[in-house]
T-cell receptor, first 115, second 113 residues
Framework: DTAVSQTPKYLVTQMGNDKSIKCEQN?????MYWYKQDSKKFLKIMFS???????INETVPNRFSPKSPDKAHLNLHINSLELGDSAVYFC??????????????FGPGTRLTVL | GDSVTQMEGPVTLSEEAFLTINCTYT??????LFWYVQYPGEGLQLLLK?????DKGSNKGFEATYRKETTSFHLEKGSVQVSDSAVYFC????????????FGKGTKLSVKP
């Protein structure tokens, strides 16, 4: 059983297109996240979301938008793709609570290449 | 804001060598600390964690101790194997809204037979 899954694993597309990456977790967690990993392996939070609150990293362009149809899914929509969007995108989930260490579980990643 | 600094890589070791990867942090309050590992072509896996000062996290022969006085969480392993070759990330969880993870830049470890 895969705890956090993402599709697709690879995504190659042209500049200007709109694309989506799907994420699902079967851990019953209440919070999900999207991270971007650049070519130097640097990981940066893009969004965190639970059923009460969406927190957006202020550096993320508004071309990126998370959509959560239900607690187990957090999809990432990207409009008007640019060359600089090429990266690996990771979804993660956790059960957040006061005093909890916030151990996050990561998906396998989606490698996005914009041509 | 909170931040994590870890030693620059890459680190290249021979099999059975001793490994240390340094990690220091800056945070308000009392964060939880983590080491994650990313094997080639895969996602991140939690390696170990510590939630309060003097806690020692350990897993698969790796250890790290939460040192509040030096704000450090160095990763150590007594005898590395080729299969330990990966990128290692130190991270802290701020205990604010939704406890986002803040990662260091990662240290690539290559172990040669």
């Amino acid at each position: 059983d895969t705890a956090v899954s993402q599709t697709p694993k690879y995504l190659v597309t042209q500049m200007g297109n709109d694309k989506s990456i799907k994420c699902e977790q079967n851990l019953g967690h209440d919070t999900m996240y999207w991270y971007k990993q650049d070519s130097k392996k640097f990981l940066k939070i893009m969004f965190s979301y639970n059923n009460k609150e969406l927190i957006i990293n202020e550096t993320v362009p508004n071309r990126f938008s998370p959509k959560s149809p239900d607690k187990a899914h957090l999809n990432l929509h990207i409009n008007s793709l640019e060359l600089g969007d090429s990266a690996v995108y990771f979804c993660a989930s956790s059960q957040v609570g006061i005093g909890r260490p916030n151990e996050q579980f990561f998906g396998p990643g989606t490698r996005l290449t914009v041509l | 804001g909170d931040s994590v600094t870890q030693m620059e890589g890459p680190v290249t070791l021979s099999e059975e060598a001793f490994l240390t990867i340094n990690c220091t942090y800056t945070a308000t309050g009392y964060p939880s600390l983590f080491w994650y590992v990313q094997y080639p072509g895969e996602g991140l896996q939690l390696l170990l964690k510590a939630t309060k000062a003097d806690d020692k996290g350990s897993n698969k022969g790796f250890e790290a101790t939460y040192r509040k006085e030096t704000t450090s969480f160095h990763l150590e392993k007594g005898s590395v194997q080729v299969s330990d070759s990966a990128v290692y990330f130190c991270a802290l969880s701020d205990r604010g809204s939704q406890g986002n993870l803040i990662f260091g830049k990662g240290t690539k470890l290559s172990v040669k037979p």
